[in-house]
């Protein structure tokens, strides 16, 4: 009975009392809402992290992946959903593009959102599929600009990291290649392993286990050195002097959720990226562990769009 009378008194402890709310939060089931399909890079994330939150938090916590328009499907509904912290946002780069690619949104990235954290960010992989004759980075440019307009890269979708950094590969490369989105990075890969396609930027845990097996090539990373989980890979920017593009990840809720909820979130957000089981996962894949404050994740969402801005209107990337 003790230890009945213990364990009740510690999950009260834990619970957090909102002014206003019957119930501590968490008092039910809470949601995370990934932009993208099923298997791809930020559904690996998502639902490994909802795994340990859920442990933290003390509540069941699941994925739904709400599909479409580069991620404006997903931001749309959390934008509008209760600020009661059971709707939560898994948030990328289309937090910091979709202003600048579409003509009209009908969420704002600064005022409809509170941020809680970011959480892990990966380089991409330039690959390539084994039967193009490359080698290296600047074997792909040549090769590209013998044949303007032959080769075509695959996306998750018009605005994402993979179209943006192919953009900006094009761009600095002073090459010109054919950009083929798709509904999520997964069905793109496997576009590449059957030859339909001839190179990509993706972030690393997808491609990985074809490059292990052959079926992929791997040429470069998209980051300014080389990284510890791939020493031998070069970047692309010793090709291309200051490239430099990371795909990251990290959690909102809609702005006008309580105080108290984002402070209790965050706290348990810290011990989930600090737990053993899921740092080590996440650096197994090449990602790359982070825990910001609010404040830190709300300035470099900042500082991502206006870097994307830039490069958006010098491509003239658009998606409507």
């Not at 859920?54 to 709400?66: A, F, I, M, P, S």
């Not at 402070?263 to 899921?278: Q, T």
């Not at 650096?283 to 994307?308: C, V």
Request: aromatic fraction near 8%.
């Amino acid at each position: 009975m003790l230890r009945v009378g213990t364990l009740i008194v510690g999950i009260l402890a834990a619970a957090t009392v909102v002014p206003g709310y019957a119930q501590p939060y968490p008092a039910k089931p809470v949601r995370l809402i990934n932009a993208f399909a099923p298997g791809g890079a930020s559904d690996v994330v998502a639902r490994s992290f909802a795994n340990k939150l859920t442990d933290y938090l003390g509540r069941q916590v699941t994925v739904e992946n709400r599909v479409g328009a580069g991620g404006n499907v997903a931001a749309e509904y959390v934008a509008r959903s209760p600020a009661d912290g059971y709707t939560i946002l898994m948030g990328t780069l289309f937090l910091a593009t979709n202003q600048s690619l579409y003509s009209k949104l009908s969420w704002d990235p600064q005022k409809d959102f509170a941020p809680i954290s970011m959480v892990t960010a990966s380089p991409l992989i330039l690959c390539v599929h084994p039967s193009l004759p490359v080698k290296n980075t600047k074997e792909l440019i040549a090769l590209a600009k013998k044949r303007p307009g032959e080769l075509n890269f695959p996306s998750a979708g018009n605005g994402t990291s993979m179209h943006l950094s192919g953009e900006l590969f094009n761009m600095m490369a002073g090459i010109k290649t054919q950009h083929v989105p798709y509904k999520g990075s997964g069905p793109g890969v496997i576009d590449l392993v059957s030859g339909q396609l001839q190179f990509m930027l993706n972030p690393m845990p997808e491609p990985m286990a074809f490059i292990k097996d052959g079926r992929l090539r791997a040429l470069a990373t998209s980051t300014a050195k080389r990284i510890a989980a791939l020493p031998d890979l070069p970047p692309v920017a010793e090709a291309i002097p200051g490239y430099e593009t990371i795909t990251w990840q990290g959690f909102l809720v809609p702005t006008g959720t309580p105080r108290e909820i984002v402070d209790r979130l965050h706290g348990e957000f810290i011990k989930a990226v600090k737990d053993p089981e899921f740092a080590s996962r996440m650096r197994g894949m090449g990602l790359e562990i982070y825990g910001t404050t609010p404040a830190e994740f709300s300035q470099y969402i900042r500082d991502e769009s206006i870097k994307w801005t830039k490069v958006i209107k010098a491509t003239g990337a658009r998606v409507d």
